[in-house]
């Protein structure tokens, strides 16, 4: 989280409501929805966020890769954290799930 805003303290001025704020409003989203989610009472609902969370940060894999197209900052080493956090949700999500089936 705060990689991604020492990125966009760093994007040029006219990106301030464009991609400075989306970027950091997706990367915000990841860990709040995982808050959310993890006391939701039902796999269903805990699942629900989890994905969300999932979503948020496919958004800021997106808007990472455009941040380097457009040449504003190199973002490998910011791409390969979204990689490994979006490993670690999806065996979390997984193993909740298999576990809550297995629990019936």
Request: hydrophobic share 40%; aromatic share 10%; with cysteine.
């Amino acid at each position: 989280m705060l990689s991604i805003y020492k990125l966009t303290d760093g994007l040029p001025k006219h990106e301030m409501f464009g991609l400075t704020s989306q970027l950091r409003r997706a990367a915000v989203s990841v860990p709040a929805n995982i808050a959310e989610g993890f006391k939701k009472r039902t796999p269903a609902d805990k699942a629900k966020f989890y994905n969300i969370s999932q979503g948020s940060l496919e958004e800021c894999r997106y808007y990472l890769i455009l941040i380097h197209d457009l040449q504003y900052a190199e973002t490998t080493q910011l791409q390969d954290e979204v990689d490994r956090v979006a490993r670690i949700l999806d065996a979390y999500l997984k193993a909740m799930l298999e576990g809550f089936a297995t629990s019936r």
